[in-house]
């Protein structure tokens, strides 16, 4: 007797720290990518979700795996997090930013960590150089990033180029097309020049953004006796940038800023006549939309996914990359042509308000959220064995439209079930064995630990013995409760019926005379 007791103490006391808890198992969606602090396009687009409409509806969590000068410390911690979310919330997905090199290798870290924990993935595929990154490869890490991908649900990429690229080694019906997007502000009349023509650049400052072809376009500008000012932000060479600047005379004309904030960077878009990103690779570049957004004529390079952002001479100008001539005679003719110039800044703004727009982005995402978790609705069959177990065997065609896992007793019947279906069981009780109590506190523990590890949307259960607590547990952790009253009974309750009525969400019953039994189930007919 005091065996017993001491079970249902620790019941209760789980399902009173549990409920204490408030937040146990609140529904939220993880996304993981460098600190919010941190610079880059890759945080320009995950702060964007993170203070979107998308943050009220599923509660979204941002743990950074990386910030300069901590990536490792931040890189472990996030591991733990992951975990501790696992524990606390009712993760529905977790939503990884991953470029190139490093971050994806850190990244597929945390998409094997995601499968072990039963937690679906979106992976978003950032940065210019993964194809380079991908080619450099040998076969042996290609299989590796292959396998990394196919654990993901869903591969979010950047452009219908890069869907090209990535579906040399993804499945094609995982990829999904998303363009990067901002918030547009209101149109800006682009008609009048500062009194010294001011373009704006935006980014890592170095070869690869063709920060220093655009030194020796201004040189040349000068030279031909055009005045210009080109002011040049962002991190990365910014020493070696100044030092050129001075090397070529040009201070008067190529001002080195650095990294800017937010509103620096806002007030410089409203404030210069064009911009200009001569770069050698790119994804989708951030920088360039938010130009455009600010009805900014745009100077920039025909690779990655620009061209399917930029009609060249109608939104912006494409030049090739390292062509200084073609770059030098687009910045004459925009600071010259003022109804050119005027063209193409009502097109780009025009270009982004239809189709680069963060509400129209939110949408898209939101969509494939909804469309995720309801293609992956997690199901739980329990029963035990005997009668209970084959009116639940009727259930078993769920398993083709439902990822379902059966949770039941362990008997020669069932364990014939294991090669066709993911099973879980528990220990055969018999109330007159000696060792029942055992058997019981076993189950029981089992059962929390089955529950919560799978974490089920669903549990469906015919009944009986410690499935009870299957039931119990899957409603703690959020997820709802079918029940469906023993065939067998037709004027009497079952014990494990009579506990989980009173916190089903659906209760049924298998002859219409039980509903005086049970005055809110459904009546629907027999299971067989």
Known sequence: MIPIIIAILLILVIIYIFKRIKHIKKKVILQVGPSLKDKGGMVTVMSSIKNSSLDKKYNII????????????????????????????????????????GSFYRKS???????????????????????????????????????????AEKVIVLSESWKEFFKTFVDEGKIIVLYNSVNVPEKINREKLNDIPTGLFLGRIGERKGSYDLVNVVKKLKEN????????????????????????????????????DKKQKEEYLKSVDFYILPSYDEGLPMSVLEAMSYSLPVITTDVGGIPEIIQNEKNGIMTKPGDIEKIEKAIKRIIEEKDFRKKLSENAYETIYNKFNLEKYEKCLDKLYKEIKQKNIKVCLTSSSGGHFMQLRQLFKMTEKYDTYIFTEKNEISKGYSNKYKMQYLKQQERK????????????????????????DVVISTGAGATTFVCLFVKIFGGKVIYIESFAKINSRTITGRIVYKFADEFYVQWEEMKKLYPKAHYDGGIY
């Open 62 to 101: 941002h743990i950074p795996t990386y910030v300069y000068g901590k990536k490792f410390i931040l890189f472990f911690f996030s591991i733990f997090r992951i975990i501790f979310y696992k524990l606390i919330y009712r993760v529905e997905l977790v939503h990884i930013h991953v470029a190139s090199y």
């Open 109 to 151: 870290i945390i998409v094997s960590l995601c499968k072990i924990l039963h937690i679906k993935v979106v992976l978003h595929c950032h940065g210019a150089c993964f194809e380079k990154f991908y080619n450099s490869l040998k076969d042996r890490k290609k299989e590796y990033i292959k396998k990394t991908f196919s654990k």
């Open 225 to 260: 006796g055009v005045n210009i000012k080109i002011l040049m932000a962002g991190d990365g060479e910014v020493e070696k940038l100044k030092e050129l600047v001075k090397k070529e005379k040009l201070t008067k004309n190529i001002l080195v800023l650095g990294w800017i």
């Open 433 to 456: 064995n000696v060792g029942f109590i055992l058997e019981f506190m076993y189950n029981m523990l089992k059962a929390f630990w089955i529950t919560f590890w799978i974490n089920p």
